[in-house]
């Protein structure tokens, strides 16, 4: 069993509680937004943004939600725009303005980006599970992977119903 800190039990307790948000996306330059304001946590800065998260749902192996990220200052849309979100990883991470210690701050959710909708006000940078389009682990036809002879030129695989001829270069 966790316990709480000090001054989450204390902000947990209180009359008001102040529910933050830290989002890490990485991008080239991995950007940092809070929620709560400009913090410091985990040697980080993490610059205060119009950040929200709607609809976040974590499974095993699946991920859903959109990031919302404000763009009046057409910071986040530059970096869509030059730099794409496809498989951007993202972090987001849940904590109350009046504890910002480093046990005090949970995890939430790992994903990736999967696509993005760019507005004037707003970027919507939908979440998806980083593995959620990986059928199979990557393995190379060799002898490290257990192949001692390949198959001849020609040669008619039937895979899922689909006749593949193998040809050489």
Same mark, same amino acid.
Not at 8 to 16: K, R
Not at 26 to 45: E, L, M, P, V, Y
Not at 64 to 75: E, K, P, Q
């Given at each position: 069993? #966790?316990?709480?800190? +000090? ?8 009359? *008001? ?11 080239? $330059?991995?950007?940092?937004?809070? +929620? ?5 946590? /985990?040697?980080?800065?993490? $610059? &205060?943004? !119009? ?10 192996? #699946? ?6 990220? %404000? /763009?009046?200052? !057409? ?8 730099? %794409? *979100?496809? !498989?951007?990883? *993202?972090?987001?991470? %849940?904590?109350?303005? @009046? &504890?910002?210690?480093?046990? !005090? ?14 507005? $004037?006000?707003?970027?919507?940078? @939908? ?6 389009? *990986? ?14 002879? =390949?198959?001849? @030129? ?9 006749? =593949?001829?193998?040809? #050489?270069?």
């Amino acid at each position: 069993m #966790r316990a709480l800190s +000090s001054p989450l039990s204390t902000a947990v307790s209180g009359p *008001v509680q102040r529910p933050a948000l830290l989002v890490q996306m990485g991008f080239s $330059t991995a950007q940092r937004w809070s +929620s709560g304001g400009t913090i410091s946590w /985990n040697g980080n800065t993490w $610059t &205060a943004a !119009d950040v929200r998260v709607e609809g976040l749902m974590v499974e095993a192996l #699946r991920v859903s939600g959109t990031l919302i990220i %404000g /763009n009046l200052d !057409d910071v986040i849309g530059g970096l869509i725009l030059s730099q %794409g *979100v496809q !498989d951007i990883a *993202v972090s987001i991470y %849940g904590y109350d303005a @009046a &504890a910002t210690a480093t046990g !005090d701050v949970v995890w939430l959710a790992d994903a990736v980006g999967a696509s993005a909708q760019l507005t $004037t006000h707003e970027a919507r940078i @939908a979440l998806r599970h980083y593995a959620e389009f *990986v059928s199979s682990p990557r393995t190379l036809v060799g002898a490290a992977a257990g192949f001692g002879q =390949m198959l001849p @030129a020609g040669t008619v695989l039937r895979i899922n119903g689909i006749d =593949m001829r193998l040809e #050489r270069r």
